[in-house]
């Protein structure tokens, strides 16, 4: 038996889903565990490609059993048209199971987070405007409605009434915007009832079940590090825990039954949305690397922020997360860079910091302290294993190891299933 948490070490988007991808196929149970759909994985079969947003990656193999834990917000109208779309391409989604704890998300979440972004003006976060972030508020403020709640009719009309005419008050009398229908939105939300039902289950229990009989169980985080509630760039950041101990919380499993945890890094940095960016390049280089790496969200099709490597958020990615192994995305996407930047410390009134600071103020004044590494002109997307690789790709995957503080394990040399080598089996 094997217990893997998989987490985004940088800002999220770092190729999660095809590390995922190739996971699962020695997993008995893959299971998503916090967030909702304003993360998506993006995963290549062959010629076809699938964007996942709420199914775990697992559902692309037969005999996967794939659970959305309690940890995520879902949006049912969003999931079933995931379901439908999966099952039009022939995969069967029969293995997929939905924790009954899980939250929902409404419409009037939508439009509050479309509202209050909209008032912060210049000062916005850049949310998806999905309604993520006010699923969490209404979560934490113990007013939320959960998969069991939407199941049980009798439940969801009752909540669904005060929650309805609050958000009503809320929406007209601090944003000037016009409400819900109560009625409307309740027919609507019995019929997603009726159609996710079949799914619905005790998530946390089935895991325990799988541990207990001594299987392999991935968990699939979403977003990254640098977005994590707590640990994230704050404000900028997500309203979940994408780090390794948001997994225990979110498929409802101790910490001792954890036993390696897996930090996804690209071999340069992305970002998108707002807030600071240490080693931003914002010049044809960045330029040049967002249009070689296809940098552009799955979810929201936003064009990404890219920069070099940077090692200070690295180390603080193993730190945080505990990183057993790295496993280093895109590595093909700076072939034929003759120089490369890695950056190993940031320069501060004057100081060389190496811990990354919490204060954004601080971040933002923050001047990367470059290790200029030659780079390589060979094809890389073909190589199986790390003996393949060009000299000076490897010393660049060892400074990366060395700075990060942990070994790598997976290396993507495109985004293909077939374009990975393995250096140490995590299954």
């Known amino acids: 038996m094997s217990t893997v948490v998989l987490v985004g070490a940088q800002w999220g988007d770092e190729g999660k889903g095809k590390v995922t991808d190739y996971l699962a196929e020695k997993a008995d149970l893959v299971i998503r565990y916090q967030g909702g759909n304003n993360a998506g994985h993006t995963v290549v079969v062959g010629d076809e490609e699938f964007k996942l947003h709420l199914i775990p990656s697992g559902i692309l193999y037969e005999n996967k059993l794939c659970l959305i834990g ?24 029969d293995n997929l199971r939905i ?17 209050e972004e909209e008032s912060k003006g210049s000062k916005k976060i850049g949310t998806t405007n999905r309604g993520i972030g006010p699923a969490y508020m209404d979560k934490s403020a113990r007013v939320g409605i959960r998969i069991i709640d939407l199941i049980e009719e009798n439940q969801l009309a009752d909540m669904l009434k005060t929650n309805v005419t609050n958000k009503n008050n809320l929406l007209s009398k601090i944003y000037n915007s016009s409400g819900f229908d109560y009625d409307k939105i309740l027919e609507e939300f019995k019929e997603y009832a009726k159609a996710l039902k079949k799914y619905v289950a005790d998530t946390s229990a089935l895991v325990n079940d799988v541990l207990e009989e001594g299987k392999n169980i991935l968990f699939e985080g979403a977003q990254g590090t640098l977005l994590d509630l707590d640990h994230g760039t704050y404000p900028y950041v997500t309203s979940s825990n994408p780090t390794a101990a948001g997994a225990c919380l979110g498929a409802g499993i101790g910490p001792t039954k954890i036993d390696k945890v897996l930090g996804v890094v690209k071999a340069y940095t992305t970002r998108v949305g707002e807030g600071p960016f240490p080693t931003e390049l914002i010049d044809e280089l960045g330029e040049s690397i967002r249009k070689n790496g296809h940098e552009y969200g799955t979810t929201t099709g936003r064009p990404r922020r890219c920069g070099w490597f940077d090692g200070v958020i690295a180390r603080y990615a193993v730190r945080t997360n505990g990183l057993t192994y790295l496993a280093v995305t895109k590595l093909d996407v700076l072939t034929g860079l003759d120089k490369l930047k890695i950056c190993t410390g940031y320069q501060y009134n004057g100081e060389i910091i190496r811990d990354f600071p919490a204060s954004l103020q601080v971040l933002s004044k923050c001047e990367p302290v470059y290790e200029e590494m030659p780079g390589w002109q060979e094809d890389i997307s073909q190589a199986q294993s790390y003996d393949e690789l060009p000299a000076t790709a490897k010393a660049y995957l060892e400074r990366i190891s060395e700075l990060a503080g942990a070994p790598i394990a997976i290396i993507g040399v495109g985004v293909k299933r077939t374009q990975t080598i393995v250096v140490h089996e995590l299954f």
């Not at 940890?71 to 069967?92: F, K, Q, Y």
């Not at 009954?100 to 479309?114: E, M, S």
């Open 99 to 115: 924790s009954n704890r899980a939250h929902v998300i409404l419409p009037y979440h939508r439009a509050l987070d479309q509202a």
């Open 70 to 93: 309690n940890g995520v917000v879902i949006d049912p109208a969003v999931l079933l048209e995931e379901l439908r779309g999966l099952e039009s391409r022939g995969i069967n989604t």
